[in-house]
């Protein structure tokens, strides 16, 4: 993004727990005269769990400030047209690889159902994101699912969960999956361990055929097309 926008736009990574953060962000930005900032949570479905906890996060780091800067917040780009084809573009490149296409699972990060029940939009917003996905890539009924990982502690989250899910499509000698979690901007512990290894063994152990991950956009030229996009299009007079 750096390379891309160069100086017209100073580029600054945070992070909401851990370094470089906020503060750090803010600080080298206003060192560079910057008096007007756009915050892009790498979040594409919006939560309060996640987006919101960015927003939280900067308002803490902001309270201190004498003097704010002007400001525009990314809530969510679930539905972005390039963000869609990015995903897309992924897909088909993994397929062409491969030299065939597995039943396709995008697996996103859960939470509680209660979040949902109460108004969060996030199930709605991975539930669109992959009814985009499907149709970008002309998927026929029963070809793919969503599902939703990472829970943790007692309470009910969203449904389907992605272990339960994989450990019943071994049980059924399903041939081969390809597994895509479009909630991630990034590779982490979450896809890397999770997804691409636990989640695995679940399939291989119960009687499953080929898994295969496809990666998280990371650095792809479609991704950062996409991040551009957006800044381009919430700094529009500015």
Request: with cysteine.
């Amino acid at each position: 993004m750096a390379e891309r926008t160069g100086e017209a736009i100073p580029v600054e990574l945070a992070m909401t727990y851990g370094q470089p953060s906020m503060e750090q962000a803010g600080l080298a930005l206003r060192d560079a005269g910057v008096d007007k900032i756009l915050v892009l949570p790498l979040y594409p479905q919006f939560s309060r769990t996640t987006t919101g906890a960015v927003f939280q996060r900067l308002a803490k780091a902001l309270a201190p400030c004498p003097h704010l800067p002007q400001l525009r917040f990314v809530n969510h780009y679930h539905d972005h047209p390039d963000y869609i084809a990015a995903l897309a573009a992924s897909v088909r490149e993994h397929w062409e690889a491969q030299g065939d296409r597995g039943r396709l699972l995008m697996s996103y990060h859960g939470i509680p159902k209660r979040y949902v029940d109460n108004g969060d939009p996030y199930g709605r917003h991975c539930q669109r994101t992959s009814a985009l996905l499907a149709e970008a890539l002309d998927l026929a009924e029963g070809s793919w699912f969503q599902s939703y990982q990472s829970r943790f502690g007692r309470e009910e989250w969203l449904k389907p969960y992605t272990d339960e899910t994989l450990k019943q499509w071994g049980a059924d000698k399903t041939e081969c999956v390809d597994v895509i979690s479009p909630a991630f901007a990034a590779d982490c512990l979450e896809t890397l361990e999770e997804i691409d290894a636990e989640n695995r063994e679940y399939f291989q152990e119960a009687g499953g055929g080929r898994y295969r991950y496809i990666p998280a956009l990371n650095d792809r030229p479609e991704h950062i097309h996409l991040l551009s996009q957006l800044v381009a299009e919430n700094t529009a007079g500015w």
